[in-house]
């Protein structure tokens, strides 16, 4: 190595060892008096902040404390608001359910009202649908005998005579009604009227242009019933004091049990009173009309020249179990030939029952049994006559007749049901009547029914019944009807 590169580096040995003593000689050395009370000052003023800092921190803290503890208490309000509310509207469903539930069972308020005087319309709209068969040859279209059963309608069969099946549709015992009610001085006032299109026999006859089964259908709205009713009186047009009205079968025909039953309406004026718990006596004057027939000739005559009413009783009672009716009727018979009136003397009995068979009165028992003289437009609509008139001795020959129905209603379920319908009418003419006399005079009828009704829900019906028929002459001579009938009908 040259010698002047070995001196440069001995001087920078020599000054590096002089640098590094005098670096260690200053840390070593003590600081002066400001710097120590400089360098106590920077650390209380880093001490402050530190406590100021922390100050803050701890009033947020508290800050945020009170609000968590204010939003915990607010939640507590509110869930106890909730649980009240919560309780409150349970309550009130509750309350409400039970309102409701008692509101559904009492009856609902129905009419119109004006005034003092409540106006309820009502009644039922029905299609009959039927395939009769007749034994003795075809009936009289647009006639009663065609729309419903009526035994007196029946053709008697002979030796030239054929058997005929008929089909008919109908509405005719489409039927309405309007209810009256009226508050009078303290008074309960009640109309009633009540109409259908079935009374009137043939459309041809009744209405203008001749609206029958070819074209229009229409037919005559005819009077049922028109009453009224003040306090116990009732006056009008009503069923007969004699009829046991609820004795009527549940059937798809227009009666149900015809020969068998007290069918009749008519003007009267009645007086109803109860005389002991559950029991009603009626006491009734009614319309006198004497329907006589004259020997050899079995057509009725509505005489129309009667002097005094019909006089009716009955008592009925109605109890848990089912109900009991029992009537008695008197009257006068009455024809007038040639200017001189002829007289006799009608009486009757009639019972009926009705017997409940469960506690929802859903299925029953009922019966009907008639007897008396001079009662025959009383029952089976006239299938006899009150009397026969004797042109020879200018007499009135009696006529005894006995009725009787049964009919058992039972119930499958709610909207299903079985109705047996059976019934029966036997007529007996005085002795002083010859034979040949009385020939076509009817003497007996019967028939049965069985049908099936079924309602899917509460204002409709729907049914099917087949029917068995038959009436029998004085003569022997017999006729029979068989028919399968449909019924549709919506109450309101």
Do not use: C
């Not at 309350?95 to 004006?114: D, F």
């Not at 227009?254 to 069918?263: L, P, Q």
């Not at 002795?431 to 007996?444: G, M, R, V």
């Amino acid at each position: 190595m040259p010698d002047r590169k070995r001196a440069a580096l001995a001087w920078l040995m020599a000054a590096t060892a002089l640098a590094t003593t005098s670096a260690a000689h200053a840390a070593n050395a003590k600081p002066t008096a400001a710097q120590r009370e400089a360098a106590l000052i920077a650390r209380l003023e880093k001490l402050e902040a530190e406590i100021a800092q922390l100050r803050g921190q701890a009033a947020s803290a508290k800050a945020e404390t009170v609000s968590v503890a204010q939003a915990a208490s607010a939640a507590d309000a509110h869930a106890a608001s909730a649980t009240q509310l919560a309780q409150s509207v349970a309550k009130e469903s509750h309350e409400t359910s039970t309102r409701l539930a008692a509101a559904e069972k009492k009856p609902q308020p129905e009419g119109m009202r004006m005034g003092s005087t409540t106006v309820k319309i009502g009644g039922f709209l029905k299609l009959n649908a039927d395939s009769s068969h007749y034994s003795g040859g075809a009936v009289t279209t647009n006639t009663l005998g065609r729309d419903f059963y009526l035994p007196q309608a029946l053709p008697i069969a002979t030796a030239t005579s054929k058997s005929t099946t008929d089909t008919d549709f109908s509405a005719k015992q489409t039927r309405l009604w309007l209810n009256i009610e009226s508050q009078v001085a303290g008074h309960v006032v009640k109309g009633y009227l009540e109409t259908d299109f079935q009374t009137t026999a043939s459309a041809a006859q009744n209405v203008v242009g001749g609206g029958s089964q070819r074209t229009t259908n229409g037919y005559t709205l005819a009077l049922r019933r028109a009453f009224v009713q003040f306090d116990k009186w009732t006056f009008g047009q009503d069923w007969s004091t004699f009829q046991y009205t609820a004795a009527l079968p549940e059937s798809t025909d227009f009666v149900g049990a015809t020969e068998g039953t007290v069918f009749i309406r008519q003007p009267l004026l009645r007086y109803s009173t109860p005389v002991g718990k559950g029991m009603t006596l009626h006491l009734a004057a009614e319309n006198p009309e004497s329907a006589t027939a004259t020997s050899g000739s079995a057509t009725l005559v509505e005489n129309g020249n009667d002097h005094v009413p019909d006089v009716v009783a009955r008592l009925a009672y109605a109890g848990a179990k089912g109900e009991l009716s029992v009537a008695g009727i008197g009257r006068q018979i009455r024809a007038e030939v040639s200017g001189a009136g002829v007289t006799g003397t009608g009486y009757g009995i009639s019972t009926g029952a009705k017997y409940f068979l469960n506690t929802a009165k859903s299925s029953d028992l009922r019966l009907m049994a008639t007897y008396g003289q001079g009662i025959g437009r009383y029952v089976g609509l006239n299938f006899s006559p009150d009397a026969v008139y004797v042109p020879g001795t200018n007499s009135l020959a009696s006529v005894t007749t006995f009725a009787a129905m049964a009919a058992a209603r039972v119930a499958i379920s709610p909207t299903l049901r079985v109705n047996l319908i059976g019934s029966m009418q036997s007529v007996s003419y005085d002795a002083s009547l010859s034979p040949a006399a009385i020939a076509t005079y009817n003497k007996k009828a019967w028939s049965g029914a069985i049908n099936l009704f079924y309602s899917p829900v509460k204002m409709i019906d729907l049914g099917i019944e087949y029917r068995h028929g038959e009436r029998e002459l004085v003569s022997g001579g017999k006729g029979n009807l068989d028919r399968f009938e449909f019924a549709a009908k919506y109450n309101f």
